[in-house]
């Protein structure tokens, strides 16, 4: 069973840069073998899709959001990081990690996490 567990700050003030990272358990125990999406929902709002990573190492951005966010792997192997710049209020969220299993779609989800964008 895959799980993934999303950790970072749940207050981030304007301007600064959110930064979260998925930790993923089970499975192969290394986010190598597929890939992996960060995905948004702002409150009363629907799913945004941000980006992805690919078992490559490969990304792609949201054409909203390119410009502002960046998704990387992280210092151990079962983990991958986000990081959204320059934030306001507008980015207030959940914030979810996924994996993207081709033509099944986001297969595994964590279970989210808020940030809130205050001063």
């Known amino acids: 069973q895959v799980q993934l567990q999303e950790s970072g700050p749940g207050l981030v003030k304007p301007s600064q840069t959110l930064s979260l990272t998925c930790t993923v358990s089970?499975?192969?125990?290394?986010?190598?073998?597929?890939?992996w999406s960060w995905i948004r929902q702002p409150p009363g709002k629907g799913l945004e899709w941000m980006g992805i990573?690919?078992?490559?190492?490969?990304?792609y951005y949201s054409p909203s959001l390119k410009s502002r966010t960046s998704i990387s792997r992280g210092t151990a192997e079962n983990q991958f990081s986000l990081q959204l710049t320059s934030v306001t209020p507008e980015d207030t969220a959940v914030y979810y990690c996924a994996r993207d299993n081709g033509s099944d779609g986001m297969d595994y989800w964590g279970k989210g996490t808020l940030v809130t964008v205050s001063s």
């Open positions: 089970g499975g192969s125990g290394t986010t190598g073998y597929y890939a």
């Open positions: 990573i690919d078992y490559d190492g490969s990304t």
